[in-house]
């Protein structure tokens, strides 16, 4: 649902109370998505620029964002509204697999692949890896206003991915380039590092006696020779992540709405879709 100003109030500061926003999500969850962003605290409903746009609300059917919208308090009284029906919130940008071997600047899509090296955190927060597939890599790059920076940051080469976003163009510094927009961990591969060998008796590890001398429990005198394997217990799953709501785009399916789809809605003289005053 899209609300309009009054001509008066045009290229004038939006007041909308932030707190009435917040609620009317709350009341009407899950019947309309990304009008807040709770991580943020920040409104996601009004426009910042000069048009004649209020504000809008995003939502399932007519009923549930005209209530919406009759939620959210301003010192401005809109001057009418229309529904429409629209693809926001479908991913329908993303639905489409792409070719590793064919990157085309400014298109959308998703990709599956391995990841291939470990990921490195670049200046600003932003970060960088690549995922592997029959041979061929793809560059990729999370942002950090995403949210999805420590999940990225937490993959290690060999686990099993699919991400979805848009291609950057190459420039003379950088080749083409996913900017990321979803990851979607299929299979987390085992991570280990090698420690020092651990003491049963004392329940300690043993301390290096020095290079090719092995190693020797320091309470007991017990030695061994090696290193031992140690699992590293991962610090994400097997799951969707997506973005922090502020960062969506607006096609971007929001978790609530995964496998949902609306088959069938009508616009008919028995729904407010539609008020050219108020």
């Known amino acids: 649902m899209i609300s309009y100003r009054h001509k008066s109030n045009f290229g004038k500061k939006r007041l909308i109370f932030k707190d009435s926003v917040k609620k009317m999500q709350e009341m009407t969850f899950p019947k309309t998505f990304n009008n807040y962003d709770t991580s943020k605290n920040r409104t996601l409903i ?7 746009v209020f504000f809008g609300v995003r939502g399932e059917d007519v009923q549930t964002v005209v209530r919406g919208a009759s939620l959210v308090k301003s010192s401005e009284k ?30 959308s899509g998703y990709m599956v692949g391995h990841v291939a090296e470990t990921p490195k955190i670049i ?81 300690k590890h043993m301390k290096s006696r020095g290079k090719g001398q092995g190693y020797k429990c320091e309470k007991c005198g017990k030695t061994s020779q090696n290193k031992i394997l140690k699992k590293v217990p991962r610090k994400i799953k097997d799951q969707l992540y997506l973005p922090v709501p502020s960062a969506h785009r607006h096609l971007t399916r929001p978790l609530q709405r995964i496998s949902k789809f609306n088959t069938k809605i009508e616009f008919d003289d028995s729904k407010e879709w539609f008020c050219n005053s108020i």
């Open 123 to 203: 200046v600003g927060g932003h970060v960088m890896f690549s995922i592997l597939k029959s041979g061929k890599k793809a560059n990729c790059a999370v942002y950090k206003p995403t949210g999805l920076t420590g999940i990225a940051s937490s993959l290690i080469k060999g686990d099993l991915i699919r991400i979805g976003g848009g291609i950057r163009k190459a420039s003379k510094t950088h080749d083409r380039i996913l900017n990321v927009e979803f990851i979607d961990v299929i299979k987390l591969e085992k991570n280990s590092v090698l420690v020092n060998p651990y003491c049963g008796r004392c329940m």
């Open 78 to 107: 809109f001057s009418g509204y229309m529904v429409f029906r629209s693809n926001q919130g479908t991913g329908d940008h993303l639905q489409n697999e792409l070719d590793l071997n064919n990157l085309r600047p400014f298109s």
């Open 46 to 52: 009004a426009p910042h620029g000069p048009d004649p």
